[in-house]
């Protein structure tokens, strides 16, 4: 990937002079910190011109310097979990003056990405990763011999509340291996932290005695060095001594069988280097509980709402305000607030109805729902498994969930779906948000195999609406308790395209579709939104002198074998069109009804190609998988070519 330097961002003095962590192993303490000042000033500056996700990365810039001061990376292997947290690591890691290409069309990656730099050991966007991914590296150390090589795993409170990061643990504490797991304690992922596990680690960090022991034990810590060969022997014995003075409070991660050390104070450099250093000469598994402030450093970040400052676009970076665009018309809303705008409506109508979310309330507008029923919303935190299950259980006992997951995320949960749900025939209504490619989050957030995955589980309703309007159609239709259970709703991230959404609900045939223009010379098949796309295309072949039909699946799962069995028998070329991976997707689906039923047609299948899509706009990357409208034209005049020219040469 070839990047253009030279951004127009000028870095300080001291951070212009790191292009790798090589150059902080000589910085002093002074110097350390002033480092710390000047990328949080770069992050800033950038961040408010490109946009990005702030918070998180400014509240690790301390434990960023200090990793990489300490650590001999990238020989010493650092895990970042889900990525948001490592801007700061990329600038320090040789990406300084390519950094202003982050998440932009053919630039650099807004997540850790293995091909694009060693330092990045392991690939990140779903999080509670890391714990897992540094165990196998360690252990593969231990076997290669490699006793002098450290493994890091640093990951938020809110991601150590998925089930992934327990079993890393589970596994970590009776392995040998040399791993610290850093615990970046913020009380935020994306919105603030919910759970048991937040309430623990806020007890610890809130306790007197906890406190007043930490501090005597971590001023004999910090004398270990002085002991030499004995300083395993003097380890061990801070370890008693934090086991006996702390009793109940550090009991979880003791139970597994780590060495547990903390809170520090994640924004005091030296501290942190002297605390890293330490930790560097006590073997087996550790864990470090760092206490961070998401926006750390930034007065309006610090002041403001934190959920709105994980990625708050565009920003006057003096005044602190969030640059927003008015057009001069009003414009249709986002696919997500007309899900939370209607999950409210049918709750209201039906008691039976609730909604649940792992860890993504903002992100999918469950907080209306939330806001407005408190008692009938749940944010069962980073914990997609646990989502679909939890649902599955209220189903058992008649009432009816919504269960909203972003499409990329509900991979995690597929065995949830297909043993706990679609098995037992429970009545769960899955709405996957970000169907389809996502934008600037790239190939981690891509919602590209929900339609080929889902469509394979027995007893699934799959489907995909092409507006705002069929979305809440669909979700009235879905929970009316003559239709049958399992049913999915997938759309895409971003704007839909109707500025008047709001129409009474009316109920949908089940696997039926419907023809939105008639044509003569080809037929283009889509689902979804991508319907929109088509309608664009239809406009640029009608100037010409096309004449394309144009059908809206609406259901990949059931098919609509009748409008099938009419597109067939009326036209030998037909295209789809999805925002889906194409194998397996809707094209498939269509091609096997076309073999099943002994029809012959040319068919061309338009969608997500069996490849990974990386970072950039939408209409980029759908220009890059070739179902933009201008391509869906293309596309269409081709196939009307090539038939033409068969025709003729076989006349």
């Not at 640029?540 to 990949?556: C, P, T």
């Amino acid at each position: 990937m070839e990047i253009v330097k030279g951004s127009g961002f000028v870095p300080g003095e001291l951070l212009a002079k790191i292009n790798s962590p090589a150059d902080l192993k000589g910085l002093d303490q002074t110097q350390l910190q002033q480092l710390c000042d000047e990328l949080r000033q770069y992050i800033i500056d950038l961040v408010s011109v490109k946009g990005g996700h702030f918070g998180a990365s400014l509240g690790v810039v301390e434990l960023t310097v200090a990793l990489h001061h300490v650590f001999n990376t990238p020989y010493d292997q650092l895990v970042w979990d889900v990525g948001h947290q490592a801007y700061g690591h990329k600038i320090l890691t040789g990406r300084r003056d390519v950094f202003h290409t982050n998440r932009v069309y053919k630039g650099i990656s807004g997540f850790p990405k293995r091909s694009e730099s060693v330092y990045d050991t392991f690939g990140v966007g779903h999080s509670s990763t890391s714990i897992s991914a540094a165990l196998g590296m360690a252990v593969a150390s231990r076997y290669l011999n490699q006793k002098d090589k450290h493994h890091i795993a640093v990951i938020g409170d809110g991601a150590m509340t998925a089930g992934l990061a327990f079993e890393g643990l589970n596994h970590a504490g009776v392995e040998n291996a040399n791993l610290l797991v850093v615990l970046n304690d913020n009380c935020m992922s994306i919105d603030p932290n919910v759970g048991a596990l937040k309430e623990y680690l806020t007890d610890i960090t809130t306790s007197h005695t906890y406190n007043k022991a930490k501090d005597k034990i971590w001023e004999l810590l910090g004398k270990i060095s002085k002991f030499g060969p004995n300083a395993q022997e003097i380890a061990s014995k801070v370890e008693n001594a934090f086991k006996t003075t702390l009793l109940k409070q550090s009991n979880l991660f003791e139970s597994l069988k780590f060495r547990y050390f903390g809170p520090v104070d994640g924004h005091d450099v030296h501290r942190l280097t002297q605390v890293l250093a330490d930790l560097k000469d006590i073997p087996g598994p550790k864990l470090l509980h760092v206490l961070t402030k998401k926006g750390k450093g930034y007065k309006f970040s610090e002041e403001g709402n934190e959920t709105v400052w994980h990625s708050p676009g565009l920003f006057n970076k003096d005044t602190g305000e969030i640059i927003k665009v008015v057009p001069p018309t009003p414009q249709p809303p986002k696919y997500q607030d007309v899900f939370g705008h209607t999950m409210v409506e049918l709750a209201e109508k039906n008691p039976k109805i609730v909604g649940i979310t792992p860890a993504m309330p903002s992100g999918c507008s469950l907080n209306i729902m939330m806001k407005a029923m408190p008692d009938r919303a749940f944010d069962v935190g980073i914990a997609e498994q646990h989502a679909v299950t939890f649902s599955a259980g209220l189903a058992t006992q008649g009432l009816v969930p919504y269960c909203n997951i972003y499409s990329s995320f509900m991979q995690r949960a597929y065995d949830q779906v297909v043993h706990d749900v679609a098995l037992q025939k429970l009545k769960v209504i899955f709405c996957l948000d970000r169907g389809g490619l996502a934008g600037a989050d790239g190939p981690t957030h891509h919602g590209a195999y929900d339609l080929a995955y889902f469509r394979s589980i027995p007893n699934m309703i799959v489907s995909a609406p092409m507006n705002e309007e069929e979305l809440r159609n669909l979700m009235y239709t879905a929970q009316l308790e003559e239709t049958p259970a399992c049913f999915s709703i997938r759309y895409p991230r971003g704007q839909g395209v109707m500025v008047n959404w709001k129409t009474p609900f009316k109920k949908i045939e089940i696997g039926k579709g419907r023809k939105i223009k008639d044509g003569k010379e080809l037929a283009i098949l889509s689902i979804g939104h991508p319907g929109n796309l088509v309608t664009k295309a239809l406009e640029q072949l009608k100037e010409q002198g096309i004449d394309a039909a144009h059908y809206d699946m609406r259901f990949v799962k059931p098919l609509d074998e009748a409008m099938l069995h009419e597109v067939f028998s009326k036209y030998q070329k037909i295209i789809t069109v999805e925002d889906g991976c194409i194998m397996g997707g809707m094209g498939s689906a269509v091609l096997e009804f076309m073999a099943d039923h002994g029809y012959s047609a040319k068919l061309t299948r338009l969608g997500i190609p069996d490849q990974f899509i990386e970072h950039g706009e939408q209409s980029e990357l759908y220009e890059e998988c070739g179902f933009s409208p201008n391509q869906i034209a293309t596309s269409a005049v081709h196939l009307i070519k090539d038939q033409n020219n068969k025709l003729s040469q076989s006349a």
